[in-house]
């Protein structure tokens, strides 16, 4: 059964006769009978008692009018499915983001975005941002939200929010002790110190690495976690540094006594993008993703007036 003899079978069961049923849909009674008798001779039933008038289905006609009102029903789903999707009011978000973002940015944008398209299905992908930008580039994920370098030159950036990258010290820290916070300090100044940090592949265990790197010493970790809510409760409440940006820095870090210092000479090219695909085709719902985050983060940045801008 295809489409075209659903409906046909489908118009002279409700009209009754063939020739009404012709008229109906616009085609002329000859080759209306000429579908209905190849259909009777591939299924070697009649579908029509032509004995009676109206025509009345006989009990394989029955059965065939039942299946093809479901196909035709489920064409029509499928059909008003589609629509949706060219619109782009319907779809799938693939979406990939590092816990911690997704921690900070889901509560905000969530809610709006599903208010404004209740049809698409969020699909979430929570990895460092390393990891994320080469899930992007394979294809696993459609969009990402991740602290990257946009270097990439299949990858298309939208940069969403700056960061600045500093060190969190502890109040026990001698740094702490030291200098007044919000004080620009080289990493020099804090070589010493016992760190926390990420596990490699998130975006601040990258720049972290590379600092050091480059000033030729290997710092003292006393933890390496995944998380980094943990990161930062080890530091604050243990003594130790952390390298991070500034928008991890808020009340409860200075609650606890915690010291937030921007590094000096150190200009920071990781900030928080929204990328994708540059082969692929955005759907409009992934642009208004993309709108609604970069306007709430901007929004929670001006009720923070102690976050380093």
Do not use: W
């Not at 782009?88 to 208010?115: D, Y």
Request: charged residues 25%.
């Amino acid at each position: 059964m295809n489409l075209k003899q659903a409906q046909y079978v489908k118009t002279i069961a409700e009209c009754g006769s063939i020739t009404a049923a012709a008229k109906k849909l616009f085609v002329s009674q000859p080759s209306l009978s000429q579908m209905l008798r190849q259909l009777e001779q591939e299924t070697g039933l009649p579908i029509f008692d032509r004995s009676t008038a109206p025509l009345r289905l006989t009990y394989a006609g029955e059965k065939y009018l039942h299946a093809a009102e479901r196909i035709l029903a489920a064409n029509a789903e499928l059909e008003s499915q589609l629509r949706e999707i060219r619109q782009e009011h319907a779809g799938r978000l693939r979406l990939g983001i590092s816990i911690t973002r997704a921690m900070q940015v889901m509560p905000l944008v969530l809610p709006v975005f599903r208010q404004e398209y209740p049809n698409v299905t969020l699909e979430l992908t929570e990895k460092g941002s390393a990891n994320l930008e080469e899930l992007l580039r394979m294809g696993n994920i459609d969009l990402a939200l991740a602290a990257l370098e946009s270097t990439s030159p299949s990858l298309a950036y939208e940069l969403i929010e700056k960061e600045t990258i500093g060190i969190l010290a502890g109040r026990d820290t001698a740094a702490a002790r030291k200098y007044a916070p919000g004080t620009p300090l080289p990493l020099e100044a804090v070589q010493s110190e016992n760190f926390v940090c990420l596990t490699k592949g998130h975006s601040s265990r990258i720049t972290q690495d590379k600092l050091f790197r480059r000033l030729g010493v290997t710092p003292n970790v006393i933890l390496e976690t995944d998380a980094l809510e943990v990161g930062r409760r080890v530091a604050l409440e243990a003594g130790c540094c952390m390298v991070l940006p500034n928008i991890y820095i808020d009340d409860y870090c200075y609650q606890r006594g915690g010291v937030f210092f921007p590094l000096k000479d150190y200009e920071n090219h990781r900030h928080f993008y929204a990328c994708y695909r540059k082969d692929e085709f955005v759907p409009r719902y992934v642009r208004d993703f993309i709108q609604i985050t970069t306007q709430a983060l901007a929004s929670q940045q001006e009720k923070s007036p102690r976050r380093l801008k």
